[in-house]
T-cell receptor, first 117, second 117 residues
Framework: AQTVTQSQPEMSVQEAETVTLSCTYDTSESDYYLFWYKQPPSRQMILVIRQEAYKQQNATENRFSVNFQKAAKSFSLKISDSQLGDAAMYFCAYRRRSGGSNYKLTFGKGTLLTVNP | ETGVTQTPRHLVMGMTNKKSLKCEQHLGHNAMYWYKQSAKKPLELMFVYNFKEQTENNSVPSRFSPECPNSSHLFLHLHTLQPEDSALYLC????????????????FGDGTRLSIL
């Protein structure tokens, strides 16, 4: 079974600074997707960034980038130039790409990010 | 506008009540999901419907009964719930072709906050 671990229950960052949220996962699959979701107080889960495991290049979306280390099964999220609107709970998620039950997203417990003005 | 609408936003019910949660998506997706989000626990996938057919039931107690009358609507019928069922229930949708190589991220609604007295 796949598991996703976020070892930092809470993180804080100063506005305009950079913060890195960590995520590790365990799987026996070689082909899968990894995601970072953001859940602000409004509760909606918003997709921040996605990484395909077969791609070696790290995904980037504006101020958000990942450090994907497949051998180490590590998938950290870097937020540059942090803004007050980045404050939220961040979830790392895994989804297998092939075989049965390929719709299931497995989530970590989340990291609560606080942005200080 | 998230594209995925859940009603009600809040629900308080007794253990003997019967109620239903509703989810509607306006994105033209063909797969819909129910998740449970409890405090300090990872998001738990409950049910998956693809093309209106239930493709996954993640060992959910029978007091939760899903219904998917069409690809745009998803219900979760609740009956004789327990206090530990108090949680945020999130609905999501995605466009999945059914072939393992096609993947799109899931879009989430704002959730229904359920409290069992």
């Amino acid at each position: 079974a796949q598991t996703v671990t976020q070892s930092q229950p809470e993180m804080s960052v100063q506005e305009a600074e950079t913060v890195t949220l960590s995520c590790t996962y365990d799987t026996s699959e070689s082909d899968y997707y990894l995601f970072w979701y953001k859940q602000p107080p409004s509760r909606q889960m918003i997709l921040v960034i996605r990484q395909e495991a077969y791609k070696q290049q790290n995904a980037t979306e504006n101020r958000f980038s990942v450090n994907f280390q497949k051998a180490a099964k590590s998938f950290s999220l870097k937020i540059s130039d942090s803004q007050l609107g980045d404050a939220a709970m961040y979830f790392c998620a895994y989804r297998r790409r092939s075989g049965g039950s390929n719709y299931k997203l497995t989530f970590g417990k989340g990291t609560l990010l606080t942005v200080n003005p | 506008e998230t594209g995925v609408t859940q009603t009600p936003r809040h629900l308080v019910m007794g253990m003997t009540n019967k109620k239903s949660l509703k989810c509607e998506q306006h994105l033209g997706h063909n797969a819909m999901y129910w998740y449970k989000q409890s405090a300090k626990k990872p998001l738990e996938l409950m049910f998956v419907y693809n093309f209106k057919e239930q493709t996954e039931n993640n060992s959910v107690p029978s007091r939760f009964s899903p219904e998917c009358p069409n690809s745009s609507h998803l219900f979760l019928h609740l009956h004789t719930l327990q206090p530990e069922d108090s949680a945020l229930y999130l609905c999501a949708s995605s466009q999945d072709s059914g072939t393992p190589t096609f993947n799109q991220p899931q879009h989430f609604g704002d959730g229904t906050r359920l409290s069992i007295l």
